[in-house]
């Protein structure tokens, strides 16, 4: 697997002079995570190929009429499409389930994860969870109405740190109301798959006791516990439709 960032020409360019089948993946931020999958896959002859993020491998995708092999396969995080749907014209394209590989992953070993906070703790995570749900709802209903929205935040930077609740300072700085009790439910109920990875993921190591225990040490945890899950088994299944076994 290359850690080569290359433009979206070089990629084309990379893979028209390739014989070897090729699963091109977003960034070399998930480089663990892809390195466990390509180990995962170790029975396929597969070149992983991250394209520098998902604007530049669905740009790729855009492209695909110029690239002359058959055996390449796209990946990507769902995002926002979560909740909008997902583009037509990007039906080919492997998606997360949820909102981005990390969520995939932290839903298939959330026990495990959650198991780590102390007990003391796991109340004022609950409600931290929720907090997080509120945030994240008003923040999507604002990008489906075309407004404004702000998901790239630390959740220290929307909650509370005495009550675990939504602060007083975001509420007033977004003019936040609960504009969509359906989407709040949802994402609560969901939260794995559907609060942001990355703040998730943040709010999980700030309730962790063992401060040793930050994100490769998690990957790390995930990756020893995951089961064999639907990503292996869609992988293979859709290399092998066209042609890759």
Known sequence: MSKIEMTVEEIIAYLNHSTIPTLLVEGKDDFRIYRWLEEKLEDLELDILPCGGRNSLL???EEKHAIRKEDVLFFADLDLWLFSGVPEEYSDVIFTKGYS????LYSS????????IDESKVTAYRKAVDGLS????????????SNPYMLDVSPKGVLDKR???LSSSYISRRDYALNNDELYQDIKNNYALKIRGKNLLALWEWFVEDKS???DAMFEIIIKHLPENNYVRDFIQKM???GIK
């Open 101 to 104: 590989i990390e969520n995939d």
């Open 163 to 165: 009550t675990y609740d």
């Open 134 to 145: 509120k945030w994240c709802a008003f923040e999507v209903n604002e990008h489906l109405n």
């Open 213 to 215: 225990l930050k994100r």
């Open 240 to 242: 092998e439709q066209v």
């Open 59 to 61: 740009e790729v995708y």
């Open 109 to 116: 070993a959330d026990e495990v994860l959650e198991s780590l």
